[in-house]
């Protein structure tokens, strides 16, 4: 499955077009990435791998669910590794999504939100990169969210109440809402 899923980053990425440049050099830079390894989207792949993240938006699109990380200790947006099962970038960062807010019914949008590179001492204990593919997901209407063992805390924050400790959380807000206005 692993080859479908590498194939499905690189059709992913290729057909997205964002209105940033900052992002669109990224975009280049994780497809150049992925031309070079074909287990780019693996987490054995040691000098970094795809990652694909959901921001969690409720029906109302007024709130977001936000997960307080043990790795990192700030607020962050759900996801985590892509695992050899998964087939698309989108599919990986649900599958996360729902195994870490315990919420039935999640719908993502398919086409990314934003991309991100980090730094990061991940599960192979060594120090690696992730190139995050991040995607907005809606949260069906009264959804209640459980936190797992992932998470050292699980809270839905209103989109103009975010906590101090966030990273790009409120980039990811703002061009969430410009891609529900669509």
């Known amino acids: 499955m692993t080859g479908a899923l590498h194939a499905d980053a690189v059709r992913t990425l290729t057909s997205w077009r964002p209105a940033d440049s900052g992002q669109e050099a990224l975009r280049h830079a994780f497809l150049a ?8 989207c ?10 694909a993240s959901a921001l969690v938006v409720d029906a ?21 590794h892509c695992e050899p099962a998964d087939t698309t970038l989108a599919g990986a960062a649900l599958r996360e ?11 993502i949008d398919p086409t990314p939100l934003h991309l991100d590179v980090h730094p990061i001492t991940c599960s192979l204990g060594v ?12 949260a069906p ?21 975010l906590p101090s400790n966030v990273d790009t959380v409120p980039e990811l807000v703002r061009l969430a809402s410009a891609q529900m206005a669509r």
């Not at 120090?127 to 809606?138: G, I, S």
């Open 33 to 40: 990435f992925l031309a070079a390894r074909e287990d780019g």
């Open 42 to 51: 693996l987490r054995s792949c040691e000098p970094g791998h795809l990652t």
């Open 60 to 80: 109302a699109g007024e709130n977001v669910l936000l997960t307080l990380h043990p790795r990192v200790g700030r607020w962050l947006q759900l996801g985590g």
């Open 97 to 107: 999504a729902t195994e870490e807010s315990g919420i039935e019914g999640l719908e």
């Open 127 to 138: 120090p690696t990169r992730h190139l995050d593919v991040r995607f907005l997901v809606r």
């Open 141 to 161: 209407l009264d959804a209640e969210a459980v936190r797992s063992e992932e998470s050292l805390d699980l809270q839905w924050w209103p989109t103009d109440g």
